[in-house]
């Protein structure tokens, strides 16, 4: 069926480094692609999307990469700070929203 | 501006009962969509709801409902409680709803626990 999945489950970096967190999708006809972070106790958070016409979006420390040839999206965080410690969901979107099983993020200072 | 409110936050039931949850948009927002989240399954859509019209639904039995108020609030309801409930129950709001895409904003859940 069609699905959203991720890469790793978990991710452990150094501060002061780039992340970058991986997703595959299966559902070509998918129109946006989305990225949130959830910490814990609380709902998820909109990090930056990106429409499937469009091949890179950036945003403040945050680029996402669209691959359709292989069905893949990445987000890279620049410089990843403490605070960016959470888990990270991708999601496809269109009629719905299919999301990824979601990526723990841990950051060593 | 306040964001998306979900009550109640935490709720206990027992197998075979119902319950009903809430939700209020942030204003202006008219679409809501509901998901559950669950260690097992992750993140999962349930329904959209659109000026209180229900827009798009995902994969869940029909004991699974939903409804919108005129005042955009949204209220799901989940009849004859089974143990698997057990979960957090998130919902979001946006303006143009999720055909438009865009920043969705979730509220802080509310978790259900099924005994």
């Known amino acids: 069926g069609e699905s959203v999945g991720l890469h790793l489950p978990t991710l452990s970096v150094q501060e002061g480094d780039n992340s970058i967190i991986n997703c595959a999708y299966s559902?070509?006809?998918?129109?946006?692609f989305i990225w949130y972070k959830q910490e814990s106790g609380k709902g998820p958070q909109f990090i930056i999307d990106?429409?499937?016409?469009?091949d890179k979006r950036q945003g403040q420390r945050v680029t996402v990469l669209l691959n359709k040839t292989v069905k893949h999206l990445s987000l890279q965080i620049a410089a990843t700070q403490p605070g960016d410690s959470a888990v990270y969901f991708c999601?496809?979107?269109?009629?719905?929203?299919?999301f990824g099983q979601g990526t723990e993020l841990s950051v060593k200072p | 501006k306040a964001g998306v409110t979900q009550t109640p936050r935490y709720l206990i039931k027992t197998r075979g009962q119902q319950v009903t949850l809430s939700c209020s948009p942030i204003?202006?927002?008219?679409?809501v969509s509901w998901y559950q989240q669950t260690p097992g399954q992750g993140l999962q859509f349930l329904f959209e709801?659109?000026?209180?019209?229900?827009?798009n639904k995902g994969n869940f039995p029909g004991r699974f409902s939903g409804r919108q108020f005129s005042n955009s609030r949204s209220e799901m309801n989940v009849s004859t409680l089974e143990l698997g409930d057990s979960a957090l129950y998130l919902c979001a709001s946006t303006h143009l709803g999720l055909v438009g895409g865009g920043e969705l904003f979730f509220g802080e859940g509310s978790r259900l626990t099924v005994l």
């Open positions: 204003s202006g927002h008219r679409s």
């Open positions: 559902n070509s006809a998918s129109d946006y």
């Open positions: 990106i429409r499937s016409n469009m």
């Open positions: 999601a496809e979107g269109g009629s719905g929203l299919i």
């Open positions: 709801y659109f000026s209180e019209t229900q827009r």
